[in-house]
């Protein structure tokens, strides 16, 4: 395509203001568009300049140190299928011909893209471990070393193909992070957001790992309190007067953002937290949004989740990883007398690896490894469940590994012919390269 298509507008072309956002995962809140995302406190979107851009158009538009290409037209033949097609966010609202020739202006020859297609090409021979080594000394090495830095680097470090490598960089960058005594309010979402990746990567500091996130989540819910009390709260019998009220009618997605707005004045906590729960089960039941709607709630994610009640939630979910194997083994045992699904069997083989006592492990991993493959008629979101914990499933068992392995080149294989029906597309590529891994196992 980039060789195909080397012309585009002039400079100044006014659509070009409209922009794509490259962000860094950890810093946003919520994506809302492939255009602008929702940041946490303190963050913003910046032009190439430094410039602060306002939601997702960029008046300053310049391309000296980036530049991204967009081809929206393409040939006639082309734009007309993707009109047939339709918006994939938008049923039944489909472009027109007209945006053809608004936006095909072949004004200026740029070859940019190109060249730096080919650059890309040259730099694949390079060694990736080599150069991310060298990266991960260089930065460690740094002394003012801060929380963003060093998730960037365990991350980084979490790419190596050579697992000593990986461990040594992995456990380095840890073990720094931990050591950070003060951490700013960003930070500490930061951390918390990274929380199941370094759970799932670390077993020498899980223990420390799980009281840092609780003591960071209590220092987010205490920030959120004291935000709210800091604000101008009015009567709390009035508003819950009100609150009852609105309930009582028929609600849409903006009265019930509306009244989750106003418990956020209420001084009484646990009246907060209850109509907070209420508001929240009448949100999850609508099914069919309005696109302005939708707009709404995107726009109202951010406060959703910075309320206490969301993480006193995650504290509590983070708190239940130290509980005493004697509770485990009971929710485990009480599980397993039910019929479980496979999704049910997989979030209790997950529990079941939190077990200390090492034969318990063992003995409920087996159990429930003998149940889940006994399953044969499986569907599509179950196949998916089953093979994203391959990984899991293959690094805690010998005795099942062939029938693991068989079972997932099944599924695999099943997904392919999921995705193939709908048309060639990433997803079907992804699972047949998946499959190709898990049969070399073999």
Request: charged share 35%; net charge negative; with cysteine.
């Amino acid at each position: 395509m980039i060789e195909r298509f080397t012309k585009r507008p002039r400079d100044g072309f006014g659509a070009n203001n409209h922009v794509k956002t490259i962000v860094n995962p950890r810093r946003v809140n919520q994506r809302v568009n492939p255009h602008n995302a929702i940041y946490f406190l303190d963050n913003i979107s910046v032009n190439e300049n430094g410039e602060p851009v306002p939601l997702y158009f960029n008046p300053q538009n310049t391309v000296e140190k980036i530049q991204l290409n967009h081809y929206f037209t393409k040939s006639k033949e082309e734009f007309i299928k993707k009109i047939n097609r339709g918006k994939a966010d938008q049923v039944g609202n489909k472009r027109k011909l007209d945006e053809f020739d608004a936006y095909q202006r072949g004004e200026v020859e740029d070859l940019t893209a190109l060249k730096l297609f080919n650059h890309f090409f040259r730099l694949q021979k390079i060694n990736y471990d080599q150069s991310t080594i060298r990266d991960l000394k260089f930065m460690l090495a740094e002394e003012d070393l801060n929380i963003e830095l060093l998730l960037t680097c365990f991350h980084r470090a979490h790419g190596l193909k050579d697992q000593s490598q990986r461990e040594k960089f992995e456990s380095e960058s840890l073990e720094k992070l931990l050591k950070i005594k003060e951490i700013q309010m960003d930070e500490a979402q930061l951390f918390v957001d990274s929380l199941p990746e370094l759970l799932l990567t670390s077993t020498n500091y899980r223990g420390k790992i799980i009281a840092r996130g609780i003591e960071l989540f209590e220092m987010l819910e205490n920030f959120i309190q004291q935000k709210s009390k800091s604000e101008i709260c009015h009567d709390d019998e009035s508003i819950i007067h009100d609150l009852q009220s609105m309930l009582e009618s028929e609600l849409t997605i903006e009265k019930i953002l509306t009244c989750f707005h106003r418990t956020q004045d209420l001084k009484d906590q646990s009246q907060r937290k209850k109509f907070g729960y209420t508001l929240i089960e009448k949100l999850l039941r609508f099914h069919k949004i309005p696109m302005d709607e939708a707009q709404l709630l995107a726009d109202s994610l951010p406060e959703f989740l910075l309320t206490s009640l969301d993480y006193q939630r995650r504290r509590n979910l983070l708190e239940s990883l130290n509980r005493d194997d004697e509770s485990m083994i009971h929710d485990l045992e009480s599980m397993l007398e039910s019929e479980l699904t496979i999704k049910e069997i997989l979030t209790c083989f997950h529990r079941a690896q939190d077990l200390k006592d090492q034969s318990q492990r063992e003995k409920f991993e087996s159990v429930l490894l003998e149940k889940l493959l006994k399953f044969k008629e499986i569907q599509i979101d179950d196949a998916r469940l089953f093979v994203d914990s391959l990984p899991k499933l293959l690094s805690t068992s010998t005795k099942h590994r062939e029938k693991i392995i068989a079972r997932g080149i099944e599924l695999f294989h099943m997904l392919e012919d999921f995705h193939r029906r709908k048309g060639p597309c990433v997803e079907q590529f992804d699972c047949q390269r998946r499959r190709y891994l898990l049969e070399s196992l073999k």
